[in-house]
């Protein structure tokens, strides 16, 4: 395999696209900054961290056959894919054959993908190092592209752009009120001395969960009983108190982000029983699996060797119920090894 990579003393003058973390980070402070709601803000909510962690671990799991990929490598595919729909690397072989994932990147080219260019900006503790490479230089894996856009991914949270605003902005609503000041009033009647509210207060700080004894509120200070409160020393909650439906419209909500990545709300939901490995095993044949086929054939084709993803440790969780479908199907009549293979308990 030929050395693909080029250093690059300035950017092309056209760029067709760029992307990558720093520049939302950026975008997403200034639109902090300004108050407005955008997709990044939904990014901070469990909702969000569950489907995407799901997806990091899994892909963290993975046995990969034809090429050394760390576990940690592996969960960053996982998750840039769930996060941004791409997940872009420069090839490296210059000593040995190395990946080294792109913070931003640009790309120019035509319409065949063959005659892309990629401007790569890669990130290091003494700062960004920027190459220029073919396309046949860069591992460029990407989810949800479309006919407009073929060169770029586009992640759920993107797609799922209002259900995403709601989330960020109920989420930020709801920090709001619970960072609001909160405490207890203790009301008391018109007329009491200043030494008599100043002995409460003193009894009331030396409490902590104790019992103080005090007069009663019922002759209204000395005032009579209409100036006494409706109840004895009652205090009064005073502090966030966040209405239910926001509550509500949160879990709603949370539950259709997680949806939209392709996760089965049971998971997001909790659950046990039947039900909730019926789910498992969607969230493993509906979305881990064919995104690791994604990712094999790309890294086949930019690597030129057979590479493969196996999810089958994964599986094993399901041991139970793979062992009774082969018993059935052999009941049935299958020959055992049929039965074994076709439950998924052996090759």
């Excluded at 493993?284 to 086929?293: D, F, K, Q």
């Amino acid at each position: 395999m030929r050395k693909f990579w080029q250093r690059r003393q300035e950017r092309s003058p056209r760029a067709e696209y760029r992307a990558g973390y720093t520049d939302g980070q950026v975008e997403a402070l200034e639109r902090a900054a300004r108050g407005d709601s955008e997709t990044a803000d939904a990014k901070a909510t469990g909702a969000v961290e569950f489907a995407v962690g799901l997806v990091a671990r899994a892909f963290a799991s993975a046995k990969v056959s034809g090429m050394d990929l760390s576990p940690d490598v592996l969960a960053s595919i996982g998750r840039c894919l769930m996060l941004s729909g791409n997940w872009v690397s420069a090839i490296d072989t210059d000593g040995g054959l190395e990946l080294y994932p792109a913070a931003t990147w640009d790309i120019t080219g035509g319409v065949a993908p063959s005659s892309w260019l990629y401007a790569l900006d890669l990130a290091s503790p003494s700062g960004m190092e920027s190459r220029t490479l073919p396309y046949s230089g860069v591992v460029h894996c990407r989810i949800n592209s479309s006919p407009e856009t073929p060169w770029k991914g586009h992640s759920p949270l993107e797609l799922a752009g209002l259900s995403a605003d709601l989330l960020g902005n109920l989420e930020r609503r709801m920090g709001q009120e619970a960072n609001a000041r909160s405490g207890y009033l203790l009301p008391v009647p018109d007329g009491m001395s200043d030494e008599s509210v100043d002995s409460l207060k003193a009894d009331l700080a030396s409490m902590k969960g104790g019992v103080a004894l005090t007069e009663s509120t019922s002759g209204g200070a000395g005032q009579g009983n209409s100036s006494a409160p409706h109840q004895d020393w009652q205090p009064k909650r005073f502090g966030a108190a966040i209405p239910q439906g926001n509550t509500e419209a949160r879990r709603d909500v949370g539950t259709g982000i997680v949806a939209s990545h392709g996760v089965p709300p049971l998971l997001w939901a909790g659950g046990d029983g039947a039900a909730l490995r019926e789910s498992y095993r969607q969230a493993l044949h509906t979305l881990i699996t064919p995104l690791g086929l994604l990712v094999a054939h790309e890294l086949t084709t930019k690597l030129e060797r057979t590479i493969s993803l196996d999810f089958s440790r994964l599986a094993a969780v399901d041991i139970a119920s793979k062992g009774r479908a082969a018993h059935s199907l052999q009941q049935a009549g299958l020959p055992i090894e049929e039965a074994l293979t076709l439950a998924g308990l052996r090759e």
